[in-house]
């Protein structure tokens, strides 16, 4: 795969999640650094330097003198105030694309309609009618959709999925999830869509389809609000979520994941630490990372997911495969989220199969 072209990408979108975790995540992501201190070494002796898989030659935003401004300090070279523009400008093998979930659909059918593939931001729309026209429309022009769950793609998550697979775990049968978030803008985003979608995409990681949920919810102001989830799976497993935006601030505290098998568990404290274990086997699985290392591969923004998420996009773009999170998972966690609302509404547990129309 040396010898085969870097990918084109363009970029929708400098808003602050763009500027703070994606551009900086591209230089590593696209394979333009060493990771790690041998592979250091090696590319200063003249030897090992990383193929270079993608490049990134145009961006576009709304706001033009923000677009230049993200533009000069990545060193990209074109920009333009609307993704169609860029589009008909730019020869694009693919696009990111992230934006408010309320905007994303249309600009990621544009671009797919335009023959390149799309990377779009979680959760990738408000309602599920609008996820399946993105899909409806990945699958009419043959080209990826893929969504931003970075969380999947984060070192402690992926260690503790890895956990579950170990012979002697036994099959996952009970998952436990707790997030929290501070006050949130009520007249910008929905709690549940905006700031809770990886405690409904996580459950379905970690234990595969989910049959039904329970839901009871907790309201003390104005954007503030807390929902209980219990959820039956597929494979017979059940499960517990907790998300609410009650506690204030150090929301990354009271972050818990937590998986039991048959005889084995893991857990995830605070989305860094991973302990495990096993029965029969008197060591206890602990894995942290290490950080305070000056390598590429601890950066924060390699350890949470980010270089992950955009580093398999444009792989699957490369090898012709599909990505690891489609757009099909992103529609799993909205449907989720619109059975949770129709159970909190009926006040009895609602079936996923049900959860199939627009939350209104």
Same mark, same amino acid.
């Given at each position: ?36 201190? !041998? ?83 979680? !959760?990738?729309? *408000? ?44 099959? !996952? ?35 595969? *389809? ?151």
């Amino acid at each position: 795969m040396t010898n085969v072209a870097p990918v084109r990408v363009g970029f929708v979108g400098c808003g602050e999640h763009a500027r703070m975790s994606l551009y900086p995540s591209l230089r590593s992501a696209f394979g333009g650094s060493p990771s790690g201190l !041998p592979a250091l070494v090696l590319t200063q002796q003249g030897r090992g330097q990383p193929p270079l898989l993608a490049e990134l030659v145009a961006l576009a935003d709304h706001k033009r003198d923000l677009a230049e401004r993200v533009a000069a300090f990545h060193g990209v070279r074109r920009v333009y105030t609307d993704h169609v523009t860029m589009l008909e400008a730019e020869q694009l093998d693919a696009v990111v694309v992230c934006m408010h979930p309320r905007r994303q659909a249309q600009v990621a059918i544009d671009c797919l309609e335009r023959g390149v593939h799309v990377w779009v931001e979680k !959760p990738p729309a *408000e309602t599920v009618h609008e996820a399946r026209r993105m899909a409806e429309a990945a699958e009419r022009t043959g080209k990826h959709l893929a969504v931003g769950y970075m969380k999947r793609f984060s070192y402690p998550y992926q260690r503790a999925k890895a956990f579950t697979q170990r012979p002697g775990f036994g099959e !996952p049968s009970v998952f436990e999830s707790r997030f929290t978030y501070g006050r949130y803008p009520v007249d910008v985003y929905h709690f549940l869509n905006g700031f809770a979608t990886h405690h409904l995409d996580l459950p379905r990681f970690f234990m595969g *389809e989910i049959e039904s949920v329970s839901a009871e919810r907790v309201v003390r102001g104005i954007g503030l609000e807390g929902y209980a989830l219990s959820l039956r799976f597929a494979n017979g497993g059940i499960g517990v979520v907790n998300v609410n935006c009650l506690e204030g601030e150090h929301n990354n505290w009271s972050e818990r994941v937590a998986v039991t098998g048959v005889g084995g568990r893991v857990f995830v404290e605070n989305w860094r630490r991973v302990v495990g274990f096993l029965p029969d086997d008197p060591q206890t699985y602990y894995w942290e990372p290490e950080d305070i290392r000056p390598a590429d591969d601890q950066n924060s923004l390699a350890i949470h997911g980010c270089v992950g998420e955009l580093r398999d996009f444009v792989e699957s773009v490369r090898e012709g495969r599909a990505p690891a999170c489609t757009i099909d998972d992103g529609i799993a966690a909205l449907r989720l989220e619109r059975a949770t609302a129709l159970s909190v509404e009926r006040g009895a547990r609602v079936s996923l199969i049900e959860a199939g129309d627009d939350i209104a």
